[in-house]
C-alpha cells in the first residue's frame, strides 16, 4: 500500500471524517498482511480544526504557499544575520500576510461545510506565524499534513526588527581560558543529564499526544454513537405520534361501530315485535275463518 498517497488522501479529509477513514485504511493493509503499512497508517494522527483549515490553504493555494514559504526563509534568515533592513521589509509584509492568509483558509473552511470561529482563526494565525518561524512546521504545512497548532511562535519576536543594531566590526576573540580535567568532566556529565532529560520529556510530550488523539477519537465516537441515538429517538417518536392517530382515529371507527350496532339491535328487535304482531293478527285471523 503506498503510505504517502494515503496520508495525502486522509488529511485532505475534513477531522470528523479522519478517524474513520484512517481506520478503514489500517484494515485494509492487516488484511492485505502489510505491517508496515497498518502500522505507518495508526501512526497518522487526526488534525485539529486550525491545522486542518491551514493545511486546506496549503493544497489549495499553491502560489500563495510558495511565496509565505519563501517569507519565511527571508525572515529567517534576516534574523540569523542580524540584517535590520531585510528584516523591517520582511516582518512588514509577514503580518499583512498573515491575516490576509488566515481569512483564506477560514473561507475554504467554511466552503468545505466546516466554518470556524474567531478562536479558531487566531489559531490559524498562529499557526502561520510558527511557519515562518520554523522549519520544521514549513514543511509539514508545505505538504498539508499539519496535525496540531504549534505553540506561539517567539523566535522572532526576540529581536524586534526596529531595536536591530547595526552589525559590529569583526573583533577578535580572546583564547577561552582551558579548563581542569574534573570541569571538563563535569561539563559531560551535565549534558549527559540534559540529554537524558531532554529525551524523557520528548517522550512525554509523546505519550501526552497520544492520548490527546485517542481521547478524540474517543469523543468522536461518542458523539457519533449520541447522534445516532438521538435519531432513534426521534424515529420512534415519529412512529408513537403515528400510532396515536391510529390509535385515534381506530377509536372513533370503534364507536362509529358501536352506535350502528346498537342501531341495528334496536332494528332487529322492532321488526321482530312487528313480526310477532303479524303472526299473532294472522293466527286471530285464521280462528275466525273456521267454520
Given amino acids: 500500500m503506498d503510505v504517502e498517497e494515503i496520508a495525502d488522501e486522509l488529511y485532505g479529509l475534513k477531522p470528523g471524517e479522519f478517524t474513520a477513514a484512517r481506520d478503514a485504511y489500517v484494515a485494509k493493509a492487516r488484511q492485505e498482511k502489510d505491517a508496515a503499512a497498518a502500522k505507518a497508517i495508526t501512526a497518522l494522527r487526526r488534525p485539529a480544526l486550525a491545522a486542518w483549515a491551514a493545511n486546506q490553504l496549503a493544497r489549495q493555494q499553491p502560489d500563495e504557499t510558495a511565496r509565505f514559504l519563501e517569507l519565511g526563509e527571508t525572515l529567517r534568515e534576516a534574523h540569523r544575520t542580524l540584517d535590520g533592513e531585510r528584516l523591517r521589509a520582511a516582518a512588514r509584509q509577514q503580518h499583512q500576510l498573515v491575516g490576509a492568509l488566515a481569512r483564506t483558509a477560514a473561507v475554504l473552511a467554511t466552503e468545505a461545510g466546516q466554518p470556524v470561529s474567531d478562536a479558531v482563526l487566531h489559531e490559524i494565525e498562529q499557526t502561520l506565524h510558527a511557519v515562518l518561524a520554523r522549519t520544521d512546521v514549513a514543511e ?18 526576540a529581536i524586534a526588527p526596529d531595536k536591530v543594531p547595526a552589525r559590529p566590526a569583526p573583533t577578535k576573540l580572546a583564547a577561552p581560558k582551558k579548563e581542569g580535567a574534573g570541569a571538563g568532566e563535569r561539563r559531560l556529565r551535565d549534558l549527559e543529564r540534559a540529554r537524558t532529560a531532554a529525551e524523557e520529556a520528548e517522550a512525554e510530550v509523546g505519550r501526552c499526544e497520544r492520548a490527546l488523539d485517542e481521547a478524540r477519537d474517543a469523543l468522536e465516537v461518542a458523539v457519533g454513537q449520541s447522534e445516532g441515538e438521538a435519531g432513534r429517538v426521534r424515529r420512534l417518536e415519529h412512529e408513537l405520534q403515528e400510532a396515536r392517530k391510529v390509535k385515534s382515529a381506530a377509536a372513533a371507527i370503534t364507536a362509529e361501530a358501536g352506535t350502528a350496532v346498537k342501531a341495528a339491535e334496536r332494528a332487529v328487535r322492532e321488526a321482530r315485535g312487528a313480526a310477532e304482531q303479524a303472526t299473532r293478527a294472522v293466527q286471530r285471523l285464521e280462528h275466525q275463518a273456521e267454520p
Avoid at 509539514?140 to 519576536?157: C, H, M, N, T
Fill in 140 to 157: 509539514q504545512w508545505s505538504k498539508g499534513r499539519l496535525v496540531k497548532v504549534p505553540e506561539a511562535a517567539v523566535d522572532f519576536a
